[in-house]
């Protein structure tokens, strides 16, 4: 990238915001800052809010030299203008939730580092030590922001209590850090100082937060509001910031319910070839008891995640997709426990010495797994999903800057392509079994039923006339998790987790239905544009090129594709 203009000032703002953020600066994969941790007080967000007005300020100056520039202006000024206006809003400081925030942030860093060698864990143990400091700093940020008006809800402080509680080691688990730690006995070359060291600040980051978990329930809980709702405002800048776009959210609501009701029919055609009459609740009985979906053991269940997922990134290659040799390496793992229910993926580094990774996070004594439900879910986590489309995006150093590969990824836009990523599979003929086409609907269908249940619940709508579930009360957490128990067949504990995950994270949870809703939209519509010159493997390949943004930038570009 020729270092001059728009693509300068984007670079020079990752390098940057690395620098002031040094947790991200790990997840996203850029070397240097792994023997730090990120400030979170409210001085070091103000501090990282000030680097964005700059670099904000100076990106809407530029003129764009060419088309790369103009694209790359488009995807930094509405990103980074949304970051800013998340903090001038109070809600960066006041970010508490089951699944993203500082306190997982600070936990889930140290499962990217690298532990080959004795070196790693000399940084290892130097990140460590700064653990009860970046702790206090989330407190302080977390006290500042209730002073200011912006409490806390009582479900989410309760809920990452427990968390804190589980990673101090307070259950009957050993502590995360220690867990963590006790691989570096296995390294060559450790000396007995070293060890000695990491255990010292193991201890004392579980100790940290086991104190944050005193502090949530004695000093924050007091603070905390029972509402759980966040309201109309709030949520439009939640959902701008996971879409990147402006939506009718009641269009959105109203949308969500027809989608929901197209997919239960196609769900109950499957039921009905699984056993005639069946209803879905029979059906994914008759899946869960068929002994050629089960797996036993966690150890079979990671076994079998890599396999399924070297499968589809080996047959995928060439045939339907362009994929590069450091792609070819994707790593399933057990995530440690503690956080919540489900899969998830983290990226590359940005020279791929890290790979991609797929972890699994399940309750640690859940012993059996129903395959049926979660092919899809490899699918959708590694390729032809996340790790396709992230990995594809850093990349693309020759055409994108470091922000477009590194930083402007969105939820609406990963998530809407895994949810189309994993629709595509079944057309590319690799869900012909029926159950596993089954498994696939029923992600279908719980995240339609997510786009419903995540916006019925924050702005308190109504349920209309014909959905046969309590037609006319305004949504509350009690009837989303009953939607959610007896209108799809997700596992029970995972729905559990769910519904305070949606509570906590206000606008993600629609991402991914919104999201792949505009993926078939731009296919289609490259399809009537190019008519019988239009190629599917083209079009996926030149838009996984684009890189991260908004899905309103990215709608704009898809359509100016020939």
């Not at 989330?138 to 402080?157: D, E, M």
């Not at 800048?237 to 402006?246: K, P, V």
């Not at 009641?250 to 769900?267: K, L, N, P, Q, V």
């Not at 949870?509 to 999201?515: F, H, I, R, T």
């Amino acid at each position: 990238m020729a270092p001059e203009g728009i693509h300068r000032i984007c670079d020079q703002y990752v390098g940057d915001y690395a620098a002031a953020n040094p947790v991200a600066a790990t997840e996203i994969g850029i070397a240097g800052h792994d023997d730090q941790l990120t400030d979170y007080s409210p001085e070091g967000h103000a501090a990282r809010a000030a680097l964005a007005r700059r670099a904000l300020a100076d990106v809407e100056r530029a003129e764009p030299a060419d088309a790369s520039e103009r694209a790359a202006k488009a995807v930094f000024t509405e990103r980074v203008g949304v970051d800013v206006d998340l903090h001038d809003a109070g809600l960066d400081m006041a970010n508490l939730n089951i699944i993203a925030s500082p306190v997982h942030e600070l936990r889930m860093v140290f499962d990217l580092m690298p532990t080959a060698q004795p070196a790693d864990w000399e940084t290892i143990a130097t990140r460590l030590a700064a653990v009860p400091e970046a702790m206090d700093g989330a407190r302080a940020s977390l006290l500042a922001a209730a002073n200011a008006g912006h409490q806390p809800a009582l479900r989410q402080v309760a809920r990452v209590a427990e968390q804190c509680d589980t990673w101090a080691g307070l259950h009957r688990d050993p502590g995360y850090f220690s867990t963590r730690i006790a691989h570096a006995r296995q390294v060559p070359g450790m000396s007995d100082a070293l060890l000695t060291d990491l255990a010292h600040r193991a201890h004392a980051a579980e100790e940290a937060y086991a104190e944050f978990a005193g502090f949530l329930r004695a000093e924050l809980a007091p603070e905390a509001t029972s509402t759980d709702a966040v309201g109309a405002d709030t949520y439009r800048l939640w959902s701008r910031y996971f879409l990147g776009a402006e939506v009718d959210l009641r269009e959105a609501y109203d949308w969500g319910w027809e989608e929901f009701t197209r997919i239960e029919r196609e769900m109950r055609e499957v039921a009905d070839r699984i056993e005639p009459g069946a209803t879905l609740a029979r059906a994914a009985e008759l899946l869960d008891a068929n002994s050629r979906y089960q797996i036993t053991g966690q150890d079979a269940y990671q076994e079998w995640m890599q396999r399924l997922s070297d499968d589809a990134l080996n047959s995928l290659r060439g045939k339907h997709f362009d994929i590069p040799d450091e792609l070819m390496r994707l790593e399933c793992l057990i995530a440690p426990p503690g956080g919540g229910i489900g899969a998830y993926y983290s990226g590359p580094s940005e020279d791929f010495s890290r790979p991609g990774r797929m972890w699994w996070s399940v309750p640690s004594d859940k012993d059996t797994f129903s395959t049926w439900r979660e092919v899809t879910t490899v699918y959708h986590e590694g390729a032809p999903g996340h790790h396709l489309q992230i990995a594809t995006s850093v990349h693309q150093a020759a055409t994108l800057n470091r922000f477009q590969r590194l930083m402007a990824l969105t939820s609406g836009l990963a998530e809407g392509w895994a949810l189309y990523a994993e629709r595509l599979m079944d057309d590319l003929g690799y869900l012909a079994d029926d159950g596993d086409r089954f498994g696939m609907l029923d992600g279908q269908l719980f995240r339609a039923a997510r786009v419903i249940v995540d916006i019925g619940m924050h702005l308190e709508l109504p349920i209309p006339a014909g959905t046969g579930f309590h037609e006319g009360a305004r949504w509350t957490p009690e009837l989303g998790l009953e939607f959610m128990l007896t209108r799809t067949v997700a596992d029970p504990d995972h729905v559990r987790d769910e519904i305070d995950r949606y509570l906590g994270w206000p606008g993600q949870a629609p991402s991914y239905k919104l999201g792949e809703r505009l993926w078939h939209a731009a296919r289609d519509d490259a399809r009537a544009r190019q008519g019988a010159d239009f190629d599917l493997k083209d079009f996926h390949t030149r838009a996984l090129r684009l890189g991260g943004m908004g899905l309103d930038t990215l709608r704009q570009q898809l359509a100016e594709l020939p």
